[in-house]
């Protein structure tokens, strides 16, 4: 039931990218001291949902529709990185930790939406 409401489909993808980009910025960490490496991060939540989300196209909502719009695309991955280091490395670590704080705040804030919505829910229902 909750997965063909728009608003838990948003929430989702929501956490689903800050999962993606969290996955990224362990990659760069893990790659700091690799020679040529260069940094990645994903491009933001709200660009790939403006790329994607069409406003107020149709929707499918069976996957044998037709035209229909299913919900949002995997965040593209991008490279980022300059060349900080003379072995041609482009992670900066202190960069990466300030993407990880950004990503746990994103991954926070779906979470927070998605309960708010629960909440919403529960409370129509006579539960809350």
Not at 54 to 77: M, S
């Amino acid at each position: 039931m909750l997965a063909k409401i728009e608003y838990f489909q948003l929430a989702h993808a929501m956490a689903t990218h800050a999962g993606t980009r969290q996955a990224v910025v362990a990659q760069n960490v893990a790659n700091a001291d690799t020679p040529g490496y260069k940094a990645r991060d994903t491009v933001s939540f709200a660009d790939t949902l403006a790329a994607q989300a069409g406003g107020f196209d149709p929707r499918a909502t069976r996957p044998r529709h037709l035209h229909g719009v299913t919900g949002p695309a995997a965040p593209e991955i991008v490279e980022t990185g300059q060349q900080n280091d003379p072995n041609g490395n482009g992670v900066t670590i202190e960069e990466e930790t300030l993407r990880a704080v950004e990503v746990k705040r994103q991954h926070d804030r779906a979470l927070a939406i998605y309960r708010s919505g629960l909440n919403v829910l529960r409370a129509s229902l006579g539960k809350g």
